[in-house]
């Protein structure tokens, strides 16, 4: 894989390069500790060095509320709103990021394939950047490395005097076409980037541990913490729910339809017409997203459905953490089921 050298002084002439290829998205300060996905439009605003956005770049490819079309009762007529798909280039973007883009792929391409996310999901490229665990990180243990290359198409990954940069696909080799004075890199020693949060168990045997885990006493302890706001969900790269709604004007002559986020720890979410709701219990709602991101959707792909970026442990309200929550249910695991502790080899170091 060919590999540069990138001085942090020439970051922003590669970024002003990029913006004549097509819209830039990259990392910006959003007030004093937060960070957000935006447009570019003066190089020297972007933040490589970041821990996480708040929202990751699922909003631009699933919008949190995107109309869908609007009609005329009059007529009889609809007419279907068409999403742009300009092209779009995704600047320090972290693997862990990147491969919940490639987990939605694969939810809006089964079945019935979803083509507004499809479409604008169509003409992207994606530049990772490597990152610095922080406390809520904990993406090594469900398989995703920080130099996890696996759909980017340059990576830039920092070390003490500036980045290299890898040319992944022949689509990021296009993308540095006419940014000359580029410099091979040489071999270097791979960083060391210790992960402080960790699941316990390898994410291969999680699936064995929520087959026990269903009347668990866990889900009922967070519930009494939950305050059921549902922000793990609006912020978690890999909840894919909405919700549909017709809104027609006050003539009742004419309308649009909408399509907005939606998340399962709402108390709304399942509830049904006749006004019964089969998760009215915040326990009820906990185990079954946890079940979404470890055992429903990883028995049928292999892969856990939750990559680890900590979003929903730094940003919920009561401070469940999603970690503690599972290594919980591993501990049970070992008293009731293993009668043992495990071995230490058995653990995600
Ligand atoms: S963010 Fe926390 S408090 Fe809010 S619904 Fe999720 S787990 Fe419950
Ligand atoms: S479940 Fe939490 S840690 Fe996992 S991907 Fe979603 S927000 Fe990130």
Redesign the pocket.
Known sequence: MEKFNLSTSRLNALIKHLMTRGIVYAPHKNGEVSFSFDEVRDPGKVILNYNRTLQSIKKYFLPPREQLLSFSLKSGSLSKVEPENPLRIFLGVHS?DMQ?VLRLDYNFSQGNPELNYLKRRQNSLFIGVSFEPDT?H?SRS?GIMVEEFDGFDLFLDKHSSGYTLYVVTQAGEELLSGFDHLEEAPDRPATHREFRNKIKYNFNRLSEVFDHAWDSSVWEEIAQRCVGCGT?NL?????YCFDVEDDVNLSLADGSRYRSWDGCMLNSFAKVAGGENFRADLSDRQRH??YR?FKYITDVTGE??????????AYCTAGIS??ETVNRLCEEYEQTVLRKPLAKQDWVL
Do not use: S
């Not at 912020?235 to 909840?239: A, L, Q, R, S």
């Open positions: 862990y919940a809520y904990f469900v793990c912020v978690c790269p890999t909840c997203r946890v991101k856990p459905w939750c990559v680890g970026c900590g979003r929903c442990t999603i970690v």
